[in-house]
């Protein structure tokens, strides 16, 4: 029979629009989280983090919210561009001093020109 | 810095077949991850190491997965035999973990298929 694969998020804006992607984390002592970027046929990159003693932080044209009560976070992408298709993913510390990250399934961003 | 440097990009071997995936990690950086990507599971963390030495190994599939990291430039990534259902995308990622950030840097990938 057919394999089921893992069935993302996706989130479709046209150009220009504002995107808001959003991620629920599962460990309450994480202190520490990012975003990624992965295009097609590449590893994920780096976008942007937030410490937990934030709740807030931008860059350009992307802004991180961070809701500790809810265990929330979310990116922001101002203008979106056709550049910006790809899957985001979310990933927390957990916590620990022991250096690895806990990722979430990711979300597609697709982006119609 | 040229960032993660993973070899090879493609690797297409037969089943039962001896894999090692090599990489070579950020200078300076003290941590080193190797993650495995496919449709069904994503992003998978197989095994990590600090300081070239193995923190957890609790992601590797089984006995015919295993990790080296010789020194802080190199580590490999061995599969022996291969299976099929090994074919997959593998990352390397690294991170420097000074003021507790824990960014990891992820390599271009290595996408292996086992017919």
């Known amino acids: 029979g057919e394999s089921v694969g893992l069935h993302l998020p996706t989130l479709s804006v046209q150009e220009g629009d504002n995107s808001i992607i959003n991620c629920a984390y599962s460990?309450?002592?994480?202190?520490?989280f990012i975003w990624y970027k992965q295009e097609s046929g590449k590893g994920p990159q780096f976008i942007i983090d937030i410490r937990s003693n934030m709740d807030k932080r931008q860059g350009q044209r992307v802004t991180v919210l961070l809701n500790k009560t809810v265990k929330h976070l979310s990116l922001q992408i101002a203008a979106t561009q056709p550049g910006d298709s790809a899957v985001y993913f979310c990933?927390?510390?957990?916590?620990?001093?022991?250096?690895?990250?806990?990722f979430g399934k990711g979300t597609k961003l697709s982006v119609k020109p | 810095d040229a960032g993660v440097i993973q070899s090879p990009r493609h690797e297409v071997t037969e089943m039962g077949q001896e894999v090692t995936l090599r990489c070579k990690p950020i200078?300076?950086?003290?941590?080193l991850f190797w993650y495995r990507q496919t449709m069904m599971r994503g992003l998978e963390l197989l095994i990590y190491?600090?300081?070239?030495?193995?923190?957890?190994d609790s992601g590797m599939p089984e006995d015919r997965f295993s990790a080296k990291m010789p020194n802080a430039s190199f580590s490999t990534l061995k599969i022996q035999p291969s299976e099929p259902r090994d074919s997959a995308v593998y990352f390397c990622?690294?991170?420097?973990?000074?003021?507790?950030?824990?960014?990891?840097?992820f390599g271009p990938g290595t996408r292996l298929t086992v017919l």
């Open positions: 190491f600090n300081n070239n030495v193995p923190i957890d």
């Open positions: 200078s300076g950086h003290d941590y």
């Open positions: 990933a927390e510390n957990g916590g620990g001093s022991q250096g690895n990250l806990i």
């Open positions: 990622a690294s991170s420097f973990s000074r003021g507790r950030t824990d960014t990891q840097y």
């Open positions: 460990n309450s002592a994480s202190d520490y």
